[in-house]
């Protein structure tokens, strides 16, 4: 599963069940998860069940799957019963049997062979379009009003050319701030650690931060959260370089579409347009295509120089050269360098351990300047093995270290089993699913990164010593 979808998922898991009622009712919405958010073998245990008239017995799954792929298979069959695609229809004294939840059949039906009049993937205008754009058009739009997004967070809005720009609206900037991404000083922005983070993400997956940011403060601004939700996976379906008519939307959708045009994921060519386009950013919501073709999958991509090779050397005496001219990288770059010298096309400077503490302050850290380095090193550099000098990596590392002493996991602690095989049941099956993180068999404790799995286990583990 790429980070966009586990992104989206943890979202979606947090929801209650009625909400997945609401949300399996347009077909768009199913088609967007069986597509995005299933693993191959949980969507062959779905295709199997669709066209179904009896509940599947669970003991069938086993002829299906090999004796090796228990760990998949559960993991399959846990994903299914979190997102509320399937329910146990068991009935006393016959064995446990799984069944497609009504709503999510229906509508993943309607999506695979068409029919109905739910208007779930759009209504494509039936008019040419008098100022008509190209993909080309669409794919600069959406750049645009990304990198500006890019730009405002490391705080190079205004550098461009020297000419002075306004950055993103207002409402983009708020949600930046409530996302804890940037802290708002006057009109520019200090990035955070969670910020750095969110510029290491592929383009999708800051798209869909961003949305999940969005998605939890719809209720402030008085929209229903599943119907932005809906309109979400609604746009992933959307077919790029086609104009969709502005009058089939809801309400909410369309006080949405002013927000969407903010962030390049909808173009309008004014608010009061009776059509919209999809960019690319709206139609690689629920794919894992790229997102952009000319900025690629993420902060990484998103930053390499026109020509698509590296800018970066670093000297064994850590001298930086890096030979751009973009205000974007340069920015990037003075947030773990000290730049002191800035020519037309290359800026100077070096790696310090003032830069990388003030660096790791703001929560980047060693690793990410690592990789950082190293996937946007010169081409010069590209011919040493290791690309870059060891004695830069360790210290960068080791500047870390010394501030550094432990790491902190979030997870689950197991523990006051009954008897020593009460204890080594769940831990083994915890470590199968690989969730298993400590284990301490003579305390009988065990600590997991997840909940629900081993939770799962041990109620089923609890009926079988109920029915014996």
Not at 210 to 227: F, G
Not at 309 to 331: C, D, H, M, W
Not at 410 to 429: I, S
Request: net charge positive; proline share 4%; hydrophobic share 40%.
């Amino acid at each position: 599963m790429s980070v966009s979808s586990v992104r989206s998922f943890e979202y979606l898991e947090s929801l209650p069940g009625t909400v997945f009622t609401r949300l399996y009712q347009q077909p768009s919405t199913a088609l967007a998860i069986f597509r995005r958010m299933l693993p191959h073998l949980a969507k062959s245990f779905v295709m199997a069940m669709l066209y179904m008239s009896d509940p599947l017995a669970k003991s069938d799954l086993d002829l299906w799957v090999r004796s090796d792929s228990r760990r998949e298979k559960d993991a399959a069959l846990s994903l299914l019963d979190r997102l509320h695609i399937t329910a146990k229809a068991n009935k006393p004294g016959q064995p446990a049997t799984l069944v497609l939840s009504s709503h999510f059949a229906h509508s993943l039906r309607l999506a695979l062979t068409g029919g109905g009049n739910h208007k779930s993937f759009g209504v494509p205008s039936s008019t040419p379009d008098k100022n008509h754009v190209d993909i080309a058009f669409l794919d600069s739009y959406a750049r645009s009003q990304w990198e500006g997004i890019l730009h405002f967070m490391v705080g190079s809005t205004g550098m461009d050319q020297g000419v002075a720009t306004e950055g993103p609206s207002h409402a983009v900037k708020k949600l930046l701030e409530i996302g804890g991404l940037v802290i708002l000083a006057g009109r520019r922005a200090e990035i955070t650690k969670a910020g750095f983070s969110f510029l290491l993400q592929e383009a999708n997956a800051q798209v869909w931060t961003l949305m999940i940011y969005y998605l939890k403060n719809a209720e402030d601004l008085h929209m229903d959260p599943v119907e932005v939700l809906s309109f979400l996976f609604m746009l992933g379906s959307l077919e790029l370089g086609q104009d969709y008519i502005y009058d089939a939307l809801t309400v909410t959708q369309k006080e949405m579409l002013g927000d969407l045009r903010d962030f390049g994921i909808v173009y309008q060519r004014k608010p009061q347009s009776r059509r919209f386009y999809p960019t690319r950013l709206a139609t690689t919501l629920t794919s894992d295509a790229g997102a952009l073709r000319s900025v690629s999958a993420g902060f990484d991509n998103a930053l390499r120089s026109s020509d698509g090779k590296g800018f970066i050397v670093i000297e064994t005496n850590y001298r930086i050269y890096a030979y751009t001219s973009s205000p974007l990288q340069i920015a990037v770059l003075a947030l773990f360098t000290h730049l002191s010298t800035r020519y037309p096309n290359m800026v100077c400077g070096r790696v310090t351990r003032k830069s990388i503490r003030r660096a790791i302050s703001m929560g980047i850290t060693s690793d990410q300047i690592i990789t950082y380095l190293t996937a946007h090193a010169h081409p010069q550099m590209r011919k040493s093995i290791p690309i870059l000098p060891p004695t830069v990596a360790d210290q960068i590392r080791l500047w870390q270290l010394e501030g550094e002493r432990m790491k902190t996991t979030v997870g689950f602690l197991f523990k006051e089993f009954a008897n020593l095989q009460d204890y080594l049941e769940p831990c083994k099956y915890a470590e199968e699913c690989g969730v298993l993180v400590w284990k301490s068999d003579a305390r009988r404790m065990f600590f997991a990164t997840r909940s629900e799995q081993v939770a799962a286990f041990l109620a089923a583990r609890k009926l079988e010593k109920a029915a014996a």
